[in-house]
């Protein structure tokens, strides 16, 4: 698992407040009747790669990424709206609690500042003090038994965050969907899901953590669940066809798991030979139907998804190119953390170009890089997160190199050496990059550019 920064519910403790049944009741209603139409299709990229979301993100130069206020507070949108970024990732609550979520007015003046917003939504693990968590009183995020079965270990970096089943139906009715929550679910105080409490409050779209949860499952964890950095694909283009149905320039970030689309394939394919049919012991086919046998008995039983959606050229198997296009045709954007300035540090860690060559550090980014490639060919712009302290003017002259410079300053040893990986630093140009450097790795607080002043982002809102 990689350190993917937490949503504020790390650190907030459970609410107290109580509503009044009258007022329950009225949001109830007004809530219900918020529920967004659907568009006639699904947006899809043209011949040229282009698409809405795309021509939303063209003049996106710069971003922001904030969670919550200092120490955990409530997040403030005034900072935020004073930042000089095009767009702006925060959590859909300033408390992270359901009844802490922001109002369409407070997302639409937010992005009166000139920002598309996103909406930070965790798929693969589940907090304590989300809308789904009805018992203040237990340490888990699911209350009822039939929740429960859905969580696994807990995440010993994060407290209170839970790794999920990702691939059950439960979890998935909680993320999106038409139906109502799961009826086990159904004590809220509405019954939309997670996505749909999004599109409604106004976002511009969503920033998808915890992608890399699959490797919790596969050979890299515990090894209970072979398909699952296939099953993680599945659900994210599940995500963005259903949002997208309902908003065609809605976006779909993902951060960090970047690997995903090359681990999906590797995971099943039994013999090596770059695809996935029924020559491979998970993948089975019936009546022309590609599917996961998980169970192994030549029959896709409840639990063991279709593959046919995948299956572009209905061949009766899955190439690379496939299931790449399953993956970047459905996302818009890729997050990333720590890819210039490594180490062991929670800020301030060296940057790349002063690593030694033979340093493992260096081989990590060759591997990041060479799948950031891929990115760069499917036109996917990447945003780049680093955590430099405000005093840090070394380490934040030397980001703003990355774009000034275009690698011309690298290590040498990342394009060379025994280790050289499958690309020139000419190609290392290619990444589209966004840059932001966040004073801390809580993201509860900003650092203005101009300045370098830490700026205290408290309680309130805009």
Same mark, same amino acid.
């Not at 699904?42 to 790669?49: H, K, P, V, Y």
């Not at 900072?79 to 930042?83: D, N």
């Not at 000419?426 to 990059?433: D, E, R, Y």
């Given at each position: 698992?990689?350190?993917a920064?937490?949503?504020?519910?790390?650190?907030?403790?459970?609410?107290?407040?109580?509503?009044g049944v009258?007022?329950m009741?009225?949001a109830?209603?007004?809530l219900?009747s918020?529920?967004p139409?659907p568009i006639?299709a699904?947006?899809?990229?043209?011949?040229?790669?282009n =698409?809405p979301?795309?021509?939303?993100?063209?003049s996106?130069?710069?971003?922001?990424?904030?969670l /919550?206020?200092?120490?955990?507070?409530s997040?403030?949108?005034q900072?935020?709206?004073?930042?000089p970024?095009?767009l702006a990732?925060i959590?859909?609550?300033?408390?992270g609690?359901?009844?802490g979520?922001?109002?369409?007015?407070e997302?639409?003046?937010?992005?009166? =500042?000139?920002?598309?917003?996103l909406?930070y939504m965790?798929?693969?693990?589940?907090?304590t003090d989300?809308?789904?968590?009805q018992?203040?009183?237990?340490q888990?995020?699911?209350?009822h038994?039939?929740?429960?079965?859905?969580?696994t270990?807990?995440n010993?970096?994060f407290?209170?965050?839970? $790794?999920?089943h990702?691939w059950q139906p439960?979890?998935?009715?909680?993320?999106?969907?038409d139906?109502?929550?799961?009826?086990?679910?159904q004590?809220?105080? %509405?019954p939309?899901?997670?996505?749909?409490?999004?599109?409604?409050t106004?976002?511009?779209?969503? $920033?998808?953590?915890?992608?890399d949860?699959?490797?919790q499952?596969?050979?890299?964890?515990?090894?209970? #669940?072979?398909?699952a950095?296939?099953d993680?694909v599945?659900?994210?283009?599940?995500? =963005? #066809?259903?949002?997208?149905a309902y908003?065609?320039?809605f976006?779909?970030?993902?951060?960090?798991?970047?690997a995903?689309f090359?681990d999906a394939?590797?995971?099943?394919?039994?013999?090596?030979?770059? %695809?996935?049919d029924?020559?491979d012991l998970l993948i089975?086919?019936?009546?022309?139907?590609?599917?996961l046998?998980?169970n192994?008995?030549?029959?896709?039983d409840?639990?063991?998804r279709?593959?046919?959606?995948?299956?572009?050229?209905q *061949?009766g198997?899955?190439?690379q190119?496939?299931?790449e296009?399953?993956?970047f045709?459905?996302?818009?954007?890729?997050?990333?953390?720590?890819?210039f300035?490594?180490?062991n540090?929670?800020?301030? *860690?060296?940057?790349i170009s002063?690593i030694p060559?033979?340093?493992? #550090?260096i081989d990590?980014?060759?591997?990041?890089?060479e799948?950031?490639? %891929?990115?760069a060919?499917?036109q996917?712009?990447?945003?780049?997160?680093?955590?430099l302290?405000?005093?840090?003017?070394?380490?934040?002259?030397?980001?703003q190199q990355?774009?000034?410079?275009q690698?011309?300053f690298m290590n040498?040893?990342?394009?060379?050496?025994?280790?050289?990986?499958?690309?020139?630093e000419?190609?290392?140009? /290619?990444?589209?990059?966004r840059?932001?450097?966040?004073?801390?790795r809580e993201?509860d607080r900003?650092?203005?550019?101009?300045?370098q002043?830490?700026?205290?982002?408290?309680?309130?809102?805009?």
């Open positions: 698992m990689s350190q920064n937490r949503p504020l519910t790390r650190l907030w403790g459970k609410s107290l407040a109580l509503m009258l007022a009741v009225l109830l209603n007004f219900l918020r529920k139409t006639q699904i947006a899809q990229r043209d011949d040229s790669g =698409s979301s795309a021509a939303k993100l063209a996106v130069r710069n971003w922001v990424y904030q /919550q206020g200092v120490n955990g507070g997040l403030n949108l900072p935020l709206a004073a930042y970024a095009d990732v959590d859909y609550s300033r408390d609690s359901e009844g979520e922001f109002s369409q007015a997302i639409a003046n937010l992005q009166r =500042s000139g920002k598309l917003v909406s965790a798929i693969g693990t589940a907090d989300r809308f789904y968590d018992n203040s009183g237990d888990d995020p699911f209350s038994p039939e929740g429960r079965q859905l969580s270990t807990e010993s970096d407290p209170g965050t839970f $790794y999920l990702y439960p979890w998935q009715a909680t993320l999106f969907g139906s109502p929550l799961p009826n086990w679910m004590t809220n105080q %509405h939309e899901n997670y996505l749909s409490r999004i599109l409604n106004g976002f511009d779209g969503v $920033y998808l953590d915890d992608i949860a699959y490797q499952f596969n050979a890299k964890g515990d090894s209970t #669940r072979s398909s950095a296939l993680m599945l659900l994210i283009q599940d995500i =963005s #066809r259903w949002a997208k908003k065609a320039d976006l779909i970030f993902v951060q960090n798991g970047e995903i090359q394939l590797d995971e099943l394919d039994d013999n090596g030979d770059q %695809h996935l029924s020559t089975g086919r019936q009546n022309g139907n590609l599917f046998d998980l192994q008995n030549s029959r896709p409840p639990g063991e279709l593959l046919n959606q995948l299956d572009n050229d *061949n198997r899955l190439s190119d496939e299931i296009a399953a993956y045709g459905s996302i818009d954007g890729l997050g990333v953390e720590d890819f300035f490594k180490g540090q929670a800020e301030d *860690n060296p940057f002063l060559a033979q340093d493992t #550090r990590d980014f060759k591997f990041t890089a799948n950031y490639l %891929h990115y060919w499917w996917i712009p990447i945003f780049s997160v680093e955590y302290s405000p005093t840090n003017t070394t380490g934040l002259e030397q980001y990355v774009l000034s410079d690698f011309k040498p040893g990342i394009t060379t050496g025994s280790k050289a990986p499958a690309f020139s000419a190609q290392l140009q /290619q990444l589209s990059l840059l932001f450097a966040s004073p801390s993201l900003l650092t203005f550019p101009s300045s002043t830490d700026i205290d982002s408290g309680d309130g809102s805009l």
